[in-house]
């Protein structure tokens, strides 16, 4: 399957919020709540920031939030700060064994 | 703590077999709820997942499509770890891999990854 569409780039002030987008299909984003969306900083292996599309695992900031609706997925993230400064990843469960990552999102904090 | 430590060789020769192990601390490779991953990265695939390994009475293997045939992840309980194995590599394999689990491995989210290896495919 085709990787999940997310913007080259995106960037924002700080404080300000961001929304990332994560389109998929109908067999993939639009029929499963098995979204997840990952963190990586330069050189380091990604971290989970969302899971099940909108749930955040203990220790992320609640600044992060994420959602769907039918094909598309979308990560938020409020109060921009500096350290946000990363590529966004999103992933979707695509039905038996299988799971699609997106192309990636690079996040620039102004 | 949880923590997976990745250790294997950098360099491989197309058409040779590219090996890395994951050690696991803090979480058992026999977990009941858990599946144990290899994600690889690359400028060319971005993130790709290859593989899972996990236990519910019985040993069960996932593999990509796309490296089906030249995949194979085992379990080793006695070292509490797992291994990728990749046969017949060519230079499109060239990429950071990680081990990686899932926590719940219905819910297909990686919840914890290794540091990564870079492996490099070239004569």
């Known amino acids: 399957q085709s990787a999940l569409t997310q913007p080259a780039s995106v960037s924002g002030s700080p404080g300000q919020s961001i929304t990332i987008s994560c389109t998929g299909t109908s067999s993939d984003v639009g029929s499963h709540y098995l979204v997840s969306w990952y963190q990586q900083h330069p050189g380091k292996a990604p971290k989970l920031m969302i899971s099940?599309?909108?749930k955040r695992p203990s220790g992320v900031s609640n600044r992060f939030s994420g959602s769907k609706s039918g094909n598309t997925a979308s990560l938020t993230i409020s109060g921009l700060q500096t350290e946000d400064e990363a590529h966004y990843y999103c992933?979707?469960?695509?039905?038996?064994?299988?799971?699609?990552f997106g192309g990636g999102t690079k996040l620039t904090v102004l | 703590q949880v923590q997976l430590q990745q250790s294997g060789p950098g360099l491989v020769k197309p058409s040779q077999t590219l090996s890395l192990t994951c050690a696991i601390s803090g979480d058992s490779v026999s977990s009941n709820i858990a599946a144990w991953n290899w994600i690889r990265q690359s400028p060319s695939r971005g993130l790709e997942w290859l593989g899972r390994t996990y236990y519910r009475s019985k040993w069960y293997n996932d593999y990509a499509v796309s490296v089906k045939s030249r995949i194979t992840i085992n379990p080793d309980t006695s070292k509490n770890q797992f291994s990728l194995q990749l046969n017949s590599v060519t230079p499109e394999d060239t990429a950071v891999y990680y081990c990686?689990?899932?926590?719940?491995?219905?819910?297909?989210?990686?919840?914890?990854w290794g540091r990564g290896t870079l492996v490099t495919v070239s004569s």
């Open positions: 099940e599309v909108s």
């Open positions: 992933c979707s469960y695509a039905g038996g064994t299988s799971v699609v």
């Open positions: 990686v689990r899932i926590e719940v491995a219905a819910y297909w989210y990686f919840d914890l």
